[in-house]
């Protein structure tokens, strides 16, 4: 996908993070690799007002190459990720209050359920804290990513950045990494949430990768 349908993707699947309660106001953006850059949501703008010719395009620094709007704040941290992993086609910022209640006490999301090894292949893990505005938090999405199978990371007092191959896979990683955020925290409240074993998480994520859904 390039272009004018990229701009189309994109503008759509921004309305879903309100609609699945990810963001507040104008925070949370998703970017979508295009070629030797990147298309971003536009800065300070309300979801309902954002237009496929709104999206901005920059460089893989996070420079504006195309458009009339400032880029998002975040849009450097989304050119580092990309830089550094090539694998990555679209990339996913909120602040979802579940997943970042546990980013705000630096805890990673334990992996007790089996939607998590499934779709996380075991704990979403915690990142350091990092200033917005360069590249540290960039640095720090990718050093911990980039050796874990989890598509999502939260990062410490801050929020939840996800990846994928597309856009869309990004979206659905942060829709359910708040769900199992939020299902996590219920099971705290009950009592001692029981741990799932690592040959069970194995098996749970190999099963899910290799042989579930449509083929
Ligand atoms: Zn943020």
Redesign the pocket.
Known sequence: MSGADLRAELTALHLELPRQGLVTWT??NISARDGEGLLIKPSGVTFEDLTPESMVRTDLHGQRTEGRLSPSS?AATHAYIYRHLPHVGGVV???SPYATAWAANAREIPCILTAMADEFGGPIPCGGFAL?GGEE?GAEVVRVLAGHRSPAII?QN??VFTIGPTPRAALKAAVMAEDVARTAYLAHQLGQPQPLSPADINRLYDRYTTVYGQR
């Open positions: 925070s949370g975040d910022h909120t602040h917005i938090i990062l801050h929020g």
